[in-house]
Nanobody
């Protein structure tokens, strides 16, 4: 499965952004899809996940209530809507696919496929 994230950019604090991830080359609907992010000098961290059917989602505490993950299996797409963005260091957001049946307790070692990231910078 090949994954390509897009939609990153520069946004003001309090603003919104929607990231997209296009999948190709595999059975997209068979994977739990996730978003991770990484800021310079820090480990990549889990942001959100959605099960293969879209019936279950899970979020990191830091984004819960502000971010929404969704997917469109007909289009092989997964999205991350980010609202009320907080200022901070730039982060690279990665979409990733995990062969798991749950959106919970997903970490980097569960990931089968990583996409190239898209950078998000939130200005104060």
């Amino acid at each position: 499965v090949q994954l390509q994230a897009s939609g990153g950019g520069l946004v003001q604090a309090g603003g919104s952004l929607r990231l997209s991830c296009a999948a190709s080359g595999g059975t997209f609907s068979g994977y739990t899809m996730t978003w991770f992010r990484q800021v310079p000098a820090k480990e990549r961290e889990f942001v959100a996940a959605i099960t293969s059917s879209g019936g279950s989602t899970h979020y990191a505490d830091s984004v819960n209530g502000r971010f929404t993950i969704s997917r469109d299996n007909a289009k092989n797409m997964v999205y991350l809507r980010m609202n009320s963005l907080k200022p901070g260091a730039r982060a690279i957001y990665y979409c990733a696919a995990a062969k798991k049946d749950s959106a919970y307790e997903i970490d980097w070692y569960d990931i089968n496929y990583w996409g190239k990231g898209t950078q998000v910078t939130v200005s104060s």
